[in-house]
């Protein structure tokens, strides 16, 4: 299955700032899936990231708040803009890795935990 | 929408014994459920699928039961060790073909 790596690991962030998450798999994939997982909580799909269209974010998440880019196959970015300490959360980066009974799984970087003061 | 119940507290067991984790689904009966672990610090690792038609699914001291009168998948790690401690995530088909997470149950196996 496909190797994906995340930075930063983790950050520290001050209130009012932005900070650009980098995705990087070491195989060429259509889509890409930025989730975010919160203290406690389940991991909820912020995106969809296509190579060459915009990205497709679910209801709740906004452009302007997390613009995503891919620029090609094995790339993308998360920009969390504007922080605030309720956005301090672990971010996870993660593709389609193969079908498994006719439905796909994924599989997920190792997430860059966002701490914001 | 589906909806993914998992139970949030704890569950600590002994070293050796088998431990069963629950997952429930409110809405209709999915397709499948998947099953991932994830550890501290890592991202989810997918360990196994269990489709609608499927009773019961084994791999290794692993097994994965679904009941759909009950709405309810069954986990279960037989002769436990520390090392399966973990968060054990359960997840389906759910809006727009993606997937859905419950929130997970952390497990603990003591020596």
């Known amino acids: 299955s496909a190797v994906i790596s995340q930075k930063p690991s983790r950050d520290i962030c001050q209130r009012g700032t932005s900070l650009t998450i980098q995705c990087q798999v070491d195989?060429?994939?259509?889509?890409m899936f930025w989730y975010r997982q919160q203290p406690g909580q389940s991991l909820t799909l912020i995106a969809t990231?296509?190579?060459?269209?915009?990205?497709?974010?679910e209801s709740g998440f906004v452009i302007d708040k997390f613009p995503i880019s891919r620029p090609n196959l094995t790339f993308s970015t998360l920009t969390v803009s504007n922080m605030s300490p309720e956005d301090s959360s672990i971010y996870l980066c993660?593709?389609?890795?193969?079908?498994?009974?006719?439905?796909?799984?994924?599989?997920f970087g190792a997430g860059s935990r966002l701490t914001v003061l | 929408s589906q909806k993914i119940e998992q139970n949030s507290e704890a569950l600590n067991i002994q070293e050796g014994k088998t431990a069963t984790l629950t997952c429930n689904y409110t809405?209709?009966?999915?397709?499948?459920l998947q099953w991932y672990r994830q550890d501290p610090g890592r991202g989810p690792v997918f360990l196994l699928l269990?489709?609608?038609?499927?009773k019961e699914k084994r791999k290794e001291r692993l097994k994965v039961t679904f009941d759909t009168t009950l709405k309810q998948s069954l986990f279960h790690i037989t002769a436990s060790q520390p090392a399966d401690s973990a968060t054990y995530l359960c997840?389906?088909?759910?809006?727009?073909?993606?997937?859905?997470f419950g929130g997970g149950t952390r497990l603990m196996v003591k020596p």
């Open positions: 993660s593709v389609f890795s193969g079908r498994v009974s006719g439905a796909n799984v994924l599989t």
């Open positions: 195989s060429q994939v259509t889509m």
């Open positions: 990231a296509n190579q060459g269209s915009e990205a497709t974010y």
């Open positions: 809405n209709y009966s999915p397709a499948y």
């Open positions: 269990i489709r609608e038609n499927e």
């Open positions: 997840a389906t088909r759910g809006a727009g073909n993606m997937l859905t």
